[in-house]
Nanobody
Framework: QVQLVESGGGSVQPGGSLRLSCVAS????????MGWYRQAPGKERELVAHIVSGGSPYYTDSVKGRFTISRENAKNTAYLQMDSLKSEDTGVYYC???????????????WGQGTQVTVWS
């Protein structure tokens, strides 16, 4: 069974930085893509950043120039470096992975449990 575990959330003042990590574990043969989503109170979950193996990162407009997504393939880990944080970045951040499993056919998807990010002034 594949699991995603996020870490690195917390509370910071506007202008501060946080770094989120997402580790995928289990019978993973390969990871096709990893992404970060967030859900603010009363709002729908939205895609923040996404990185496909061999492709360029994608960022939603509101975080371009402030957030950086990266992967460490050998560790099945994705990171989200968040700089110049704003109050509107507050929410629960979820990691998502699309991957292939050893011994099985097809692509699978998993979500992490979420980590809270609060930007307060």
């Amino acid at each position: 069974q594949v699991q995603l575990v996020e870490s690195g959330g917390g509370s910071v003042q506007p202008g501060g930085s946080l770094r989120l990590s997402c580790v995928a574990s289990g019978n993973i043969r390969s990871i096709n893509a990893m992404g970060w989503y967030r859900q603010a109170p009363g709002k729908e979950r939205e895609l923040v950043a996404h990185i496909v193996s061999g492709g360029s990162p994608y960022y939603t407009d509101s975080v371009k120039g402030r957030f950086t997504i990266s992967r460490e393939n050998a560790k099945n880990t994705a990171y989200l470096q968040m700089d110049s944080l704003k109050s509107e970045d507050t929410g629960v951040y979820y990691c998502n992975a699309n991957f292939r499993v050893i011994g099985l056919v097809g692509d699978y998807e998993r979500w992490g449990q979420g980590t809270q990010v609060t930007v307060w002034s």
